[in-house]
């Protein structure tokens, strides 16, 4: 009886050990699968970092990418264009809240949220511009300066959208935005493939062949604004390049002749500039935006009324988010406020021309001071503009002003200057 107990006892224990422990066999079957899983994504990092090898040895074009991006950019340039983007951003929420929400049935934020997505758009093409050596616009200029041409051109037929009088949209983007980029890699090929060329007025009518057209198509929109920063750009890669001084006194009579012709023929020049000289007798009429511009940026005092307060937003200033969004800022933010926007707006163009001044070769330094004025003209002009000092032309100010065209053409060119900014030779480097 004894020895039959103890047989049970055993057979009773090897069938646990056997069906045994539910909860241990459940752990070991997830432990395996675990197991399953890690080895999976092991085997698909690895055919992934194959694929990634493989294509690095057969395509010269992302095994350049992958060294330039290797190489170290400028950090100063970068961090301030990202607080200048944020800034803007902020800027541009609270400027377009009452005109979205008073001035339609959209969302209060619409005008927010759509330049906060061209933002994120320009900032992936930024990075990866950054990542492109610069050399290979050498082969892309003279097609960029024609697409943006046929694209003018089609500006003015009925493919084009006019807003407020003036017909500068293409399928909802504006092709003047194009055309700098093109003049600035087009005129920087020129200049430093064939430096002789502007050395001599015979040399200097190509240029001014390739900036009159696009001059007078721009005028025809009209588009002045446009104009204006083109012929700064141009005239400031030549005159890096080594264009003569004396050159400039046909330039300057050429222009001091087309304004006046533009004045007496052009009834939206002429009613312009009689505002700019006495907008106060314009207040209901042409000169309403000037005079509202010099109220918000008074009203802002030393501190200003604080962000979100302003008042001339209400209505009163019709672009308050595109091109007098700086005088909404003045109001909100006061002179300390706008003052310290205006050191960080410096701080930007000085890393520019620092870029330039220490760039690899001739191409490089001309793109990076043509992108660079670009940026420090179109600033000033807008500051003039809201502060009453020239004329309203509807240019707007970098990286705050709405518009998506615009906010990411310029940080595609932001982009080219840090790529350039990454090909700057050790010995040329702090």
């Known amino acids: 009886m004894a020895s039959a107990s103890r047989a049970g006892r055993h057979t009773s224990a090897g069938r646990s050990s056997v069906t045994g422990n539910p909860g241990r066999e459940k752990d070991a079957a997830l432990r395996k699968k675990k197991a399953g899983r890690r080895a999976k994504k092991a085997r698909k990092s690895q055919q992934r970092y194959l694929r990634i090898q493989q294509l690095q040895q057969n395509s010269p074009f992302f095994r350049g990418l992958m060294e330039e991006r290797q190489k170290k950019l400028d950090a100063p340039l970068l961090l301030i264009t990202f ?125 001014a062949g390739l900036i009159g057209i696009f001059i007078a198509l721009l005028a025809m929109q009209p588009h002045m604004s446009a104009a204006m920063i083109l012929v700064v750009i141009a005239f400031m890669i030549l005159f890096v390049a080594g264009m003569r001084v004396w050159f400039l006194i046909p330039v300057g009579i050429a222009g001091v002749i087309i304004t006046i012709a533009a004045y007496f023929t052009m009834d939206h020049v002429q009613t312009r500039m009689n505002a700019f000289l006495d907008p106060f007798s314009y207040a209901t009429r042409e000169g309403w935006q000037a005079v509202q511009s010099l109220i918000a940026i008074g009203s802002g005092g030393a501190f200003g009324l604080g962000l979100g307060e302003s008042r001339q937003k209400f209505l009163y200033l019709p672009e308050p988010f595109n091109d007098f969004i700086f005088s909404v800022v003045c109001e909100e933010l006061g002179f300390i406020g706008a003052a310290l926007i205006l050191v ?87």
């Open 344 to 430: 960080l707006f410096a701080y930007f163009v000085f890393r520019g021309f620092y870029i330039a001044l220490r760039a690899k070769d001739r191409f490089g330094s001309l793109i990076a001071v043509g992108i660079t004025m670009q940026f420090a003209f179109q600033i000033l002009l807008n500051l003039a503009v809201v502060s009453g000092l020239f004329p309203v032309t509807g240019a707007s100010l970098p990286l705050f002003s709405y518009g998506g065209t615009a906010l990411v053409m310029q940080l595609v060119e932001i982009g080219i200057l840090l790529n350039i900014s990454r090909n700057i030779p050790p010995s040329r480097k702090d």
């Open 83 to 207: 607080m200048l983007l944020g800034i803007g951003l902020i800027a541009l929420l609270s400027s377009s809240y009452p005109k979205a929400y008073y001035g339609s049935n959209l969302s209060p934020f619409y005008y927010f949220i759509r330049q906060l997505a061209m933002a994120i758009v320009g900032l992936i093409l930024m990075w990866g511009v950054s990542c492109y050596d610069y050399h290979h616009y050498k082969r892309w200029a003279k097609w960029l300066y024609l697409i943006s041409l046929v694209m003018l051109i089609l500006v003015l037929t009925p493919l084009g959208t006019s807003i407020n009088q003036a017909q500068r949209w293409l399928f909802g983007f504006q092709p003047s935005e194009i055309a700098k980029l093109a003049v600035i890699l087009l005129f920087s090929l020129l200049a430093a493939t064939r430096p002789k060329s502007v050395h001599s007025f015979k040399g200097l009518l190509i240029y």
